[in-house]
């Protein structure tokens, strides 16, 4: 299992970012594919889900109807939109194959003013 995200960085309070997860190693278009995130000082939480097949998505109470998760099987990528962004959203963001163990490096992204 290989995972690498991308497109992470600083942004102002309400801005956007698009992270990008390109996996490989395992058939991804089978997997659900899960966002985490980690602040500074916090244990790795939860952020949104995409399964395979339907595509459908879940989302954390913190980042509902400003985060988008979607998927682009062609591509082997899983994606998060992030809108309305939040000096509490600054995180390193990772993405991960659900059941299966391993990180990625993770993506900063910085939010402030």
């Known amino acids: 299992v290989q995972l690498v995200e991308s497109g992470g960085g600083l942004v102002q309070p309400g801005g956007s970012l698009r992270l990008s997860c390109a996996a490989s190693?395992?058939?991804?278009?089978?997997?659900?594919m899960i966002w985490y995130r980690q602040a500074p000082g916090k244990e790795r939480e939860w952020v949104a889900s995409?399964?395979?097949?339907?595509?459908?998505?879940n989302y954390a109470d913190s980042v509902k109807g400003r985060f988008t998760i979607s998927r682009d099987n062609a591509k082997n990528t899983v994606y998060l939109q992030m809108n309305s962004l939040k000096p509490e959203d600054t995180a390193v963001y990772y993405c991960?194959?659900?059941?299966?163990?391993?990180w990625g490096q993770g993506t900063q992204v910085t939010v402030s003013s």
């Open positions: 995409i399964t395979n097949g339907s595509g459908t998505t």
């Open positions: 190693g395992f058939t991804f278009s089978r997997s659900t």
């Open positions: 991960k194959k659900a059941g299966r163990p391993g």
